[in-house]
């Protein structure tokens, strides 16, 4: 079992940065590749990035490559989402997710990015 909490969520100008961070309570959370999802209003909730459980790889969708960096600190059973040159369309409710097909899921924090 593992509980996340996402949090660092908030209100940025276009061009602007945040870094989210989703913090993991459960023995296991290091065996887990960690995802990070949005749901924007009136959208389907989609993928924004995955790291592996150790950290050496990850991916991104062509929407935010090149803009955001996910990366992880087992240690403190935490990963963490820099976004950088955030975008209007970046505003949704973020989420991280792990386990088995990701059957863990945090409460999401909000991001709204005005233009």
């Known amino acids: 079992q593992v509980q996340l909490v996402e949090s660092g969520g908030g209100l940025v100008e276009a061009g602007g940065s945040l870094r989210l961070s989703c913090a993991a309570s459960?023995?296991?959370?290091?065996?887990?590749?960690i995802g990070w999802f949005r749901q924007a209003p009136g959208k389907e909730r989609e993928f924004v990035a995955r790291?592996?459980?150790?950290?050496?790889?990850?991916s991104y969708a062509d929407s935010v490559k090149g803009r955001f960096t996910i990366s992880r600190d087992n240690a403190k059973n935490t990963v963490y989402l820099q976004m950088n040159s955030l975008k209007p369309e970046d505003t949704a409710v973020y989420y991280c997710?792990?386990?088995?097909?990701?059957?863990?899921w945090g409460q999401g924090t909000q991001v709204t990015v005005s233009s």
């Open positions: 790291i592996s459980w150790s950290g050496g790889t990850s």
């Open positions: 997710a792990a386990g088995p097909a990701y059957r863990y």
């Open positions: 459960g023995r296991t959370f290091s065996n887990y590749a």
